[in-house]
């Protein structure tokens, strides 16, 4: 099946910092991609669509200038969580969609956590 | 909104016995795809199966297959003969809304040796 990459895979931040998480599908162009948030013993949370090219897509309730998301290349699309706080500390997963048979293919996750 | 309901919050099965894993949707749509996803403790998403919506016939995925029913929205998850890795959470995806996916609260499997 396609792989998608995630990157870093652990992070530890201090709070106020800025943190970065990328993720790239090696093996296809995914002109989608989504950003998942999950919480220990949770589903995943349906962050934000990320559209290549054009701005993403949040869920009510997620402050787009907080997770900043870059979809730049067919590639590659971008997570900053921007001004990290204790709170911010969680399990980001992101998942590229194959347009031909709508499967998500998933990254395998960043565990963030802001001190 | 679409909704998606999955009933069993745990569940435990004797190795190399089956379970059935539930899930019911609500849509509009009358083409769509839905998956089960399993999420085990390295908690990787992993694909297990799809069905499209509009084959009536039921998919099968070696030991996994699905009972779809479409008239009553109901997606379940047969697992046959299951083994130690099939430990791990399981996660029914509705049909897709405007570029979205949301997931069911998931049903934590348990397979007991």
């Known amino acids: 099946g396609a792989v998608v990459s995630q990157h870093p895979s652990r992070v530890i931040c201090k709070s106020g910092t800025s943190v970065k998480i990328e993720c790239r599908s090696l093996?296809?162009?995914?002109?989608?991609m989504f950003w998942y948030r999950q919480f220990p013993k949770k589903s995943l949370m349906l962050m934000a669509t990320?559209?290549?090219?054009?701005?993403?897509?949040?869920e009510q309730g997620v402050e787009k200038d907080k997770f900043l998301i870059n979809h730049a290349s067919l590639t590659l699309s971008t997570l900053t969580v921007t001004s990290a706080h204790p709170e911010d500390s969680s399990f980001y997963i992101c998942s590229a969609r194959n347009i031909f048979s709508y499967e998500q293919y998933f990254g395998p996750g960043t565990r963030l956590t802001v001190t | 909104a679409q909704t998606v309901t999955q009933s069993q919050p745990e569940m435990s099965v004797q190795e190399a016995e089956t379970v059935t894993l539930s899930c019911t949707y609500d849509t509009s749509e009358n083409n769509y795809y839905l998956f089960w996803y399993k999420q085990p403790p390295s908690r990787q998403m992993i694909l297990v199966i799809r069905?499209?919506?509009?084959?009536?016939q039921n998919a099968t995925e070696n030991r996994f297959s699905v009972n779809f029913q479409k008239a009553a929205k109901s997606f379940s998850l047969k697992i046959s003969d299951s083994q130690l890795g099939d430990t791990a959470m399981y996660f029914c995806?509705?049909?897709?809304?405007?570029?979205?996916?949301?997931f069911g609260t998931g049903t934590s499997l348990t397979v007991i040796p």
């Open positions: 995806a509705p049909p897709e809304t405007g570029n979205q996916f949301y």
């Open positions: 093996d296809f162009q995914a002109t989608t």
């Open positions: 990320s559209n290549e090219g054009s701005k993403a897509t949040y």
């Open positions: 069905q499209e919506a509009y084959k009536q």
